[in-house]
């Protein structure tokens, strides 16, 4: 049973403007729902135990919310960045603190919608890997994979970038795969993150250290995942939502 997770609720919502201009993207609504709430409804039927939910933008309009509805019946922290957002790898630095470090945490986007089955994700733990929920999207930005779906660097199509700790890295070997925003933090990463900067994002920390820590892609055929970045993607997210619900009757 999923035992701990963070929700990224921080986030600005520069995408979803003019909507975000009075609300946090975290409660710009889905259907009946915000974003936040199908995202923690989610966990607790994952069974989560203990749910941190960061916050910056608007910060207060989710502390309310979360009041106004009993964190819906879970236990519910939260990690104040009002003073500065901290990226998702400052933030998972600063709510570190809030977490059982013997355990992983599963740190998921409240912007991300998926089928993913998170009981089952979080049974994959296996002490070691840190484990990104990956599928085969058409992107310009890819995350890089050996055979055996272990983490080499990251490539942008369009510039021609690479990122990887491995200097003669041939990227035509590799398989490409695109992030979704879901991954399971293992215990043995946590002491590098208190060598990292307050404010940083955590693929730069995948990518830096990947070579002595293993890093899986956890990918699955059937994965479907939708990441709301736009407002004229909220109308076909309801779409999405509708469809997964119906495959799982």
Same mark, same amino acid.
Not at 199 to 220: A, H, N, S, T, W
């Given at each position: ?20 201009? @009075? ?14 709430? @199908? ?10 135990? +203990? ?5 910056? +933008? ?25 003073? =500065? ?22 740190? +998921? ?86 060598? =990292? ?35 004229? =993607? ?16």
């Amino acid at each position: 049973m999923l035992k701990q997770a963070m929700v990224f609720a921080a986030g600005m919502g520069t995408r979803l403007k003019p909507m975000t201009e @009075h609300t946090p993207k975290a409660l710009v609504r889905v259907g009946e729902k915000p974003l936040l709430e @199908h995202v923690l409804l989610k966990l607790k039927k994952a069974g989560a135990a +203990h749910v941190v939910v960061n916050v910056h +933008h608007f910060s207060q309009q989710i502390i309310d919310f979360l009041r106004q509805n009993d964190n819906f019946g879970m236990e519910i922290s939260i990690s104040d960045e009002s003073d =500065m957002l901290l990226e998702t790898g400052g933030g998972i630095k600063k709510a570190l603190e809030m977490f059982d470090l013997n355990l992983p945490v599963l740190v +998921h986007n409240v912007d991300i919608l998926s089928n993913l089955d998170l009981s089952a994700f979080w049974e994959t733990k296996d002490g070691n890997a840190t484990k990104l929920v990956v599928n085969s999207r058409n992107t310009e930005r890819y995350l890089l994979f050996n055979d055996n779906m272990r983490l080499m660097g990251w490539t942008n199509l369009k510039t021609d970038e690479i990122k990887s700790p491995y200097p003669q890295l041939n990227t035509e070997e590799c398989k490409k795969m695109a992030f979704c925003g879901i991954h399971l933090l293992a215990p043995q990463i946590f002491p590098y993150l208190q060598d =990292m900067p307050q404010r940083f994002g955590i693929m730069d920390l995948y990518l830096k250290i990947c070579q002595e820590v293993p890093i899986q892609g956890y990918f699955k055929e059937d994965l479907r995942c939708m990441d709301i970045g736009k407002i004229e =993607m909220l109308q076909d997210a309801q779409h999405f939502l509708d469809d997964i619900q119906d495959n799982r009757k």
